[in-house]
């Protein structure tokens, strides 16, 4: 559904792009369990953390991930995906959905690993060429929280989320 929304003709126009970019979100917020991912990214700072910082938490990573996600999808331009393999685990509460985007020079092998919640598939973890996004984030967070502080690493968070949405502003002006 990603894939064909970001190869829609009328979708691709310049005063599209909100519209576009809204519609991938949507999609990706009905598979990607951000809170899963939130937890997971924080591992043993996430019990501390008051109801509100939780919640506040979720949106910054979730608007960080989707904004991140997003413009490396834009870039898509007919590669290739294979979804070559799927294995269930753990007495069919997660699987792990393996593809390939196969581009003209290279191959990148991509795990989206899921888990089973009230009867839906959904993704908590994506390993691209072996390198896991929430350990990724878990390590890079942890560095945070524990040198300085867990509203520094919000801090950062906020910056690195108006960091990008100035940059895509910037874009779209100069494409204009």
């Given amino acids: 559904a990603v894939l064909n929304t970001i190869k829609d003709k ?11 970019r809204s519609k991938i979100k949507s999609l990706i917020s009905d598979r990607f369990d951000f809170e899963e991912m939130s937890q997971r990214s924080l591992a043993r700072h996430w019990e501390p953390r008051t109801a ?5 938490f979720v949106r910054l990573f979730s608007e960080l991930l989707e904004e991140s996600y997003v413009s490396k999808i834009e ?12 294995a269930i685990k753990a007495d069919g509460k997660y699987s792990v959905v393996s593809t390939e985007i196969k581009t003209k020079s290279v191959s990148i092998p991509i795990e989206y ?38 509203a520094s690493l919000i801090s950062k968070m906020k910056s690195k989320l108006q ?14």
């Fill in 10 to 20: 009328t979708l691709s126009q310049a005063d599209k792009k909100e519209e576009r």
């Fill in 52 to 56: 509100e910082e939780k919640k506040e």
């Fill in 75 to 86: 870039s898509y331009t007919d590669e290739k995906i294979n979804y070559d393999k799927e």
């Fill in 113 to 150: 690993k899921l888990m089973l919640k009230a009867d839906k598939w959904w993704v908590y973890d994506v390993t691209i060429e072996g390198v896991s996004f929430i350990s990724t984030y878990r390590e890079q967070y942890n560095k945070i929280v524990m040198k300085e502080s867990f």
């Fill in 163 to 176: 960091e990008i949405k100035t940059l895509e502003a910037k874009e779209t002006t100069v494409k204009k």
